[in-house]
């Protein structure tokens, strides 16, 4: 079937969310965070895009954008193939990083707007991280200095000063239903336990194990209570390889010998 069209604003305001691939991490380490924001200030510059708002989580990325239809799309092409060069090159991995299909809502009120505007910088909050005035990936403490690709017209409009804008961020707010989703545990203790579990940093480095290898691995992961949607995510492994792991492991050790 072909690809439904966009739904672009009328306001050219768009909340745009990009995942990895299979909820695969996009970010492990500070440098990582820093060379995509380079890049998307970069490819703001050259598009005429303008951010109004961003939010890096680790495995997706949130921002609140002003800018015509084709200029959003040329913005996101340019990201996803330079930053997938990075990452790949980096911790040494092959094909995509990023799902196919990046989910993008139009804005067309200023409800609306202000309601994705507090919603993606409370997003580590939500994720019991931290405070969205305490988030180093986050654009917040920009509101009365923004960045040469960033414009916060709009909503300094809308809010005043930086007084009243703390107030509304802090505020409790019913945005829970434009996009979250919880896990048992977090992901910091996840690649904690990847750690001490297997001895690795990185959880991509599962997908250079040999088939046996990488299901006893797994299983291990499973068995000190990662569930299989968040090594999914951490390794870049298919949920369903995650699942199989412990069957594939029986099966094999029941093959005859010859």
């Not at 890096?56 to 990201?79: F, R, T, Y």
């Not at 507090?118 to 991280?129: D, E, S, T, V």
């Not at 961020?169 to 545990?185: A, M, P």
Request: one cysteine or more; glycine letters at 6%.
């Amino acid at each position: 079937m072909p690809r439904r069209a966009r739904n672009m604003s009328a306001s050219n305001y768009m909340h745009i969310i990009v995942r990895g691939i299979g909820k695969q991490l996009l970010f492990e380490d500070d440098h990582d965070y820093r060379y995509y924001l380079t890049k998307l200030e970069l490819y703001c510059m050259d598009t005429d895009v303008k951010v109004c708002a961003y939010c890096l989580m680790d495995n997706h990325v949130h921002l609140l954008v002003k800018g015509e239809a084709e200029s959003v799309i040329l913005l996101l092409k340019k990201i996803g193939v330079s930053y997938s060069w990075y990452y790949n090159k980096k911790y040494e991995r092959v094909g995509h990083l990023f799902q196919d299909r990046y989910k993008s809502e139009s804005i067309d009120n200023d409800i609306y707007f202000l309601s994705v505007f507090r919603y993606i910088l409370k997003n580590p909050q939500k994720a019991g991280l931290c405070k969205a005035t305490c988030y180093h990936w986050n654009s917040y403490r920009y509101y009365d200095n923004p960045l040469p690709f960033m414009d916060l017209t709009a909503i300094r409009n809308l809010l005043g000063n930086f007084g009243q804008y703390k107030e509304f961020i802090e505020k409790n707010d019913d945005d829970q239903g434009l996009e979250y989703s919880e896990t048992r545990h977090s992901d910091a203790w996840a690649k904690e336990e990847l750690a001490r579990c297997l001895g690795i940093t990185s959880g991509t480095a599962l997908q250079k194990y040999s088939k046996i290898e990488r299901d006893v691995a797994l299983v291990k992961l499973k068995e000190r209570g990662l569930s299989v949607r968040q090594i999914s995510r951490l390794t870049g492994i298919g949920r369903n390889v995650v699942q199989k792991a412990g069957k594939n492991i029986k099966n094999e050790s029941k093959e005859p010998s010859l």
